[in-house]
């Protein structure tokens, strides 16, 4: 299957800080990357749809100012976290979509685990 | 809200055919049925995906009845490697208006030495 990476795979920071997450696709172009958050105990909640060369898209209730997106290239997305607080502290998934195999299919990094102390 | 309903957990001895129930009775013509897994701590794992026909890969079977209204996923051979929440989701094409994937609560599937 497609593969997806994220780098790092946890980070611990201090409040107020900013955090950058990476999510490559390995071995196939990405033209669209999504961003989701887990809470423990909790479903995958979207927070973006990142298209390449241009602007995400966030779903309602996610401050864009907050999470910032880029999707310079076919195979790389970032997410930055921006002026972290603790309660951002959760596992922030990316997914890309590969559509070059005819299923239409997403395929997901193994997650960043992010603590903000 | 998600479109299908699963039953919260299940226990399967190991070596045994592991069955996965999902219901989808207001599923539409264009939408498809996946099937993702997702081990403690780890980011989800696709497995499966079928329209009307049943699939089988390497990792899984998928058998849709006729009416699509439910589903079942088949781990052939169930290793303790398996244990995992098993997700299944129905979701259009790229750029319909039900493309995206909406997570239930999923079934806890636990498999027994």
């Known amino acids: 299957g497609a593969v997806v990476s994220q780098h790092p795979s946890r980070v611990i920071c201090k409040s107020g800080t900013s955090v950058k997450i990476e999510c490559r696709s390995l071995d196939f172009q990405a033209t669209t990357m999504f961003w989701y958050r887990q809470f423990p105990k909790q479903s995958l909640m979207l927070m973006a749809t990142?298209?390449?060369?241009?602007?995400?898209?966030?779903e309602q209730g996610v401050e864009k100012d907050k999470f910032l997106i880029n999707h310079a290239s076919l195979t790389l997305s970032t997410l930055t976290v921006t002026s972290a607080h603790p309660e951002d502290s959760s596992f922030y998934i990316c997914?890309?979509?590969?559509?070059?195999?005819?299923?239409?299919?997403?395929?997901f990094g193994p997650g960043t685990r992010l603590l903000v102390l | 809200d998600a479109k299908t309903t699963q039953p919260p957990s299940m226990d399967c001895a190991e070596g045994r055919a592991a069955n996965l129930p999902c219901n989808h009775s207001?599923?539409?013509?264009?939408?498809?049925v996946y099937w993702y897994r997702q081990i403690h701590s780890q980011g989800p794992q696709y497995i499966i995906h079928g329209l009307k026909n049943n699939e089988t890969n390497e990792m899984a079977s998928l058998i849709i009845t006729e009416d699509r209204k439910s589903s079942t996923l088949i781990l052939p051979h169930a290793t303790l490697r398996d244990t995992a929440v098993y997700y299944c989701?129905?979701?259009?094409?790229?750029?319909?208006?039900?493309?995206?994937?909406?997570w239930g609560a999923g079934t806890k599937l636990i498999i027994k030495p």
């Open positions: 997914s890309a979509r590969d559509g070059g195999r005819g299923a239409e299919t997403q395929y």
């Open positions: 989701i129905v979701r259009g094409l790229y750029m319909d208006s039900n493309y995206q994937l909406i």
């Open positions: 207001t599923i539409s013509g264009n939408e498809y």
């Open positions: 990142s298209n390449e060369g241009s602007k995400a898209t966030y």
